[in-house]
Nanobody, 123 residues
């Protein structure tokens, strides 16, 4: 079992920045790939960014490229999502998730999920 807790969400003005954290406990976290997803109200959960356990693979959704940066500190069992130049369209609940496999853009590939953190971007 892996337990995940997201934090760092909040209310920010358009153009601002937030840094989300995903803290893991339980089974060895450093051998899992981690993904960030978001769910906008009324829409399906969508992939934001992902990072493999050995840092060899980092993927971003097109909307995240150039604005968001994913990183991880395996020693601290934590993955981060730095979000810059935020837009009102980024308003969503952000989730982190882990998989024993490679980084995947499909939510169904991930077996463990956090409870989510709300990000609200005002115009």
């Amino acid at each position: 079992q892996v337990q995940l807790v997201e934090s760092g969400g909040g209310l920010v003005q358009a153009g601002g920045s937030l840094r989300l954290s995903c803290a893991a406990s339980g089974r060895t976290f450093s051998t899992h790939s981690v993904g960030w997803f978001r769910q906008i109200a009324g829409k399906e959960r969508e992939f934001v960014a992902g990072i493999s356990w050995g840092f060899s693979t980092i993927l971003y959704a097109d909307f995240a490229k150039g604005r968001f940066t994913i990183s991880r500190d395996n020693a601290k069992n934590t993955v981060f999502l730095q979000m810059n130049s935020l837009k009102p369209d980024d308003t969503a609940v952000y989730y982190c998730a882990v998989t024993r496999g490679v980084v995947d853009t499909e939510a169904t590939a991930y077996g463990y999920w956090g409870q989510g953190t709300q990000v609200t971007v005002s115009s």
